[in-house]
């Protein structure tokens, strides 16, 4: 069976937010939207979004990083979320994996929220209806875009290509060869879900520098007896003052 997925690189992501404003401008405006975004900014801010970057610091001092997290649901190949519905609004279509929501049948009880360990479902206060990532089912069936368009937005508006999507189900597929080749890993596994989703973890990587790059020239434009000085001394500079 077909697994539709993400993989998310987290060696390269760098926190910008530009899945999470892609996300919330396709779907507002999709079969998913219109998102409720009331009171975003305020003490007790309103708003749904199905795509959120966490950032946070790891290790001690001086040995420190900044981790960003890109957090949307997992399509989970054992979702929680559907069993629990009393409506049979949540549900996994078996043509590609994806969970769902059919807001014709939902009538916001938030019980799959309560029942997905992720934290990833939120319910729309103005319309009382639960929503979460699709993986843009209508922009990534839609037979009008190039083929090479036909992704979730998130993935198409990454500047640093952190986002991956694909069939993780097929071991040729690019995000099956990134899981293999790179340890990708699903988030809290210990818990039976199965997430489709998986993270690439971060890595250190070596600089690479050629000496002749660290080698400074002298700058052509420069004129002896130019140089700044400081406290009547010159100071030593390759440019013009």
């Known amino acids: 069976m077909t697994q539709l997925a993400l993989v998310i690189d987290l060696n390269v992501c760098v926190g910008c937010h530009a899945c999470v404003t892609s996300c919330k401008q396709w779907n507002t405006s999709g079969s998913a939207g219109p998102l409720?975004?009331?009171?975003?900014?305020?003490?007790?801010?309103t708003g749904t979004f199905f795509n959120r970057v966490q950032t946070f610091e790891v290790g001690e001092f001086p040995n420190t990083q900044t981790v960003h997290f890109p957090k949307s649901c997992l399509h989970c190949e054992d979702p929680p979320c559907v069993p629990v519905c009393p409506t049979g609004a949540s549900y996994k279509r078996e043509e590609?994996?994806?969970?769902?929501v059919d807001y014709d049948k939902c009538i916001g009880c938030s019980y799959c929220a309560w029942a997905c360990p992720y934290g990833v479902r939120e319910l729309d206060e103005k319309r009382q209806v639960m929503t979460k990532c699709t993986l843009c089912v209508d922009r990534i069936s839609d037979k009008t875009l190039p083929v090479a368009e036909r992704k979730p937005a998130c993935v198409m508006?990454?500047?640093?290509?952190?986002?991956?999507?694909?069939?993780?189900?097929?071991?040729?597929?690019?995000?099956?060869?990134?899981?293999r080749e790179r340890g990708g890993y699903p988030l809290m596994p210990e818990l039976g879900t199965l997430p489709a989703?998986?993270?690439l973890p971060r890595r250190t990587t070596q600089a690479n520098t050629d000496p002749q790059q660290v080698v400074r020239e002298v700058n052509p434009l420069r004129l002896e007896g130019r140089e700044p000085a400081t406290g009547g001394a010159p100071i030593s500079a390759d440019w013009e003052h």
Do not use: K, M, Q
């Open 157 to 179: 508006a990454c500047p640093t290509n952190a986002r991956l999507f694909g069939d993780v189900h097929d071991p040729e597929s690019e995000v099956s060869i990134a899981i």
């Open 197 to 199: 989703n998986h993270y």
């Open 36 to 45: 409720v975004d009331e009171n975003p900014y305020d003490a007790d801010p």
């Open 96 to 100: 590609d994996g994806i969970v769902l």
